[in-house]
Every structure is written in structure tokens, then in C-alpha cells.
């Protein structure tokens, strides 16, 4: 499962909290990789919701009002060490055509 995380705080291009969210993502021990729009993750439903919510938690600390962007794409088999190679790649196009896919 991919997961693209992105928080937008008003009024700030960078802030403490989205330094300290780059590094919970870092040290979450997952594959993940920074695009414009924001950080793609790899992992499990729950490891990608824990660290999710991490990064949230963090953002708040130190801002009143922010916006936390997340979009997710599955795919079944496409899981752990035994997925079909492009599995990753699939999910990533999946991404970022914006949700066209679902009207196929």
C-alpha cells in the first residue's frame, strides 16, 4: 500500500512541525520518497496510519490550524516480499493520475 502524506500550514512554507515530521518518516523504518506534493510511503494499512497520525500530532504542537492531505491506493497482491515486480510502480501511476481510474 502507498500513502501520500502532505500538511499544508496557512501562512508557512516550513515550519519546526514539518521539520520533525520529515524526520518521524525517516525513522519509521519505511520505504518513502519526497514528491511535489508531499511524502509517498510504503507500508502496511496500520504502519502507514501510525505514522500518519505521528506526523499529525507533531504539526499540532506547534500550529493552531493546518490541513493534512492523504491519499492512499491498494492493490491486491501487492503486498510484501512476494508482490509481482512493477507492483510499486502500478501503484505509484495509480497516484498520481488524480483519480481518473475510477471511472474506468
Known amino acids: 500500500m502507498l ?3 502532505s500538511v499544508s500550514v496557512k501562512g508557512k512554507a516550513v515550519d519546526e512541525g514539518s521539520v520533525n515530521m520529515s524526520r518521524i518518516i525517516d525513522q519509521s523504518g519505511l520505504h518513502y520518497k519526497t514528491t ?4 509517498v510511503l510504503e507500508g502496511s ?3 502507514l496510519m501510525a505514522v500518519a497520525k505521528k ?3 507533531e504539526v499540532l504542537k506547534t500550529n493552531d490550524q493546518f490541513v493534512t492531505r492523504m491519499k492512499a491506493v491498494d492493490k ?18 495509480v497516484l498520481e493520475d488524480e483519480g481518473e ?3 474506468l
Open 3 to 5: 500513502l501520500e502524506l
Open 45 to 47: 494499512w496500520e504502519q
Open 55 to 57: 506526523c499529525h500530532d
Open 36 to 39: 511535489g506534493k508531499g511524502m
Open 76 to 93: 491486491k497482491g501487492c503486498a510484501g516480499p512476494s508482490a509481482p515486480a512493477g507492483c510499486g510502480k502500478q501503484l505509484e501511476d
Open 101 to 103: 481510474w475510477l471511472m
